[in-house]
T-cell receptor
Framework: QKEVEQNSGPLSVPEGAIASLNCTYSDRGSQSFFWYRQYSGKSPELIMFIYSNGDKEDGRFTAQLNKASQYVSLLIRDSQPSDSATYLCAGFNYGGSQGNLIFGKGTKLSVKP | GAVVSQHPSRVICKSGTSVKIECRSLDFQATTMFWYRQFPKQSLMLMATSNEGSKATYEQGVEKDKFLINHASLTLSTLTVTSAHPEDSSFYIC??????????FGPGTRLTVT
């Protein structure tokens, strides 16, 4: 069973702090990982993806991947109240011909003003 | 770019009726489209995967005769919930990809069956 695990939270951080969201995966064959943000009642929107070990930065967001530890994280610097949402981690599954994303259950982030 | 639309955004129907939801890729050709369902405070659950011109591949536990998927063109997939019941009330989200890894999500359709 290929799984992606996330702490459901809620994770609460003060405005301006760094929010750290974590994700582990069971399938060593997963090669790419995606972070999506989902506001309540809305569909997910892609924040960034990573497929190489190490860090990948995009504005206030940094994704980190450690394939040896099967661990992915997302850091949000200078957190804003507008960052309050559920963050979904997804691994790319090569099973079958379509290549499906396997989603974690999401971590709810709350940024307090 | 990479915009996916869904129609309708909300629908209320009576138990026993059928509802069709459309998913369109507006500015790219989607080789594969996915249909997800999300119950309140739950994660996305993949229902089925469809390639243009082929039969959809359904996930375990999803009734193919109840959730009919048609992917007639590279920009349109439809999900029909047949003989809907209150337990089918959920947020239905489609996504599409052109190739590669990224999936682009539609805005979702909230179905309420009374």
């Amino acid at each position: 069973q290929k799984e992606v695990e996330q702490n459901s939270g809620p994770l609460s951080v003060p405005e301006g702090a760094i929010a750290s969201l974590n994700c582990t995966y069971s399938d060593r064959g997963s090669q790419s990982f995606f972070w999506y943000r989902q506001y309540s009642g809305k569909s997910p929107e892609l924040i960034m993806f990573i497929y190489s070990n190490g860090d990948k930065e995009d504005g206030r967001f940094t994704a980190q991947l450690n394939k040896a530890s099967q661990y992915v994280s997302l850091l949000i610097r200078d957190s804003q109240p507008s960052d309050s949402a559920t963050y979904l981690c997804a691994g790319f599954n090569y099973g079958g011909s379509q290549g499906n994303l396997i989603f974690g259950k999401g971590t709810k982030l709350s940024v307090k003003p | 770019g990479a915009v996916v639309s869904q129609h309708p955004s909300r629908v209320i129907c009576k138990s026993g009726t059928s509802v069709k939801i459309e998913c369109r890729s507006l500015d790219f050709q989607a080789t594969t489209m996915f249909w997800y369902r999300q119950f309140p405070k739950q994660s996305l659950m993949l229902m089925a995967t469809s390639n243009e011109g082929s039969k959809a591949t359904y996930e375990q536990g999803v009734e193919k005769d109840k959730f009919l998927i048609n992917h007639a063109s590279l920009t349109l997939s439809t999900l029909t919930v047949t003989s809907a019941h209150p337990e089918d009330s959920s947020f239905y989200i489609c996504s599409a990809k052109q190739g590669g890894y990224e999936q682009y999500f539609g805005p979702g359709t909230r179905l309420t069956v009374t």
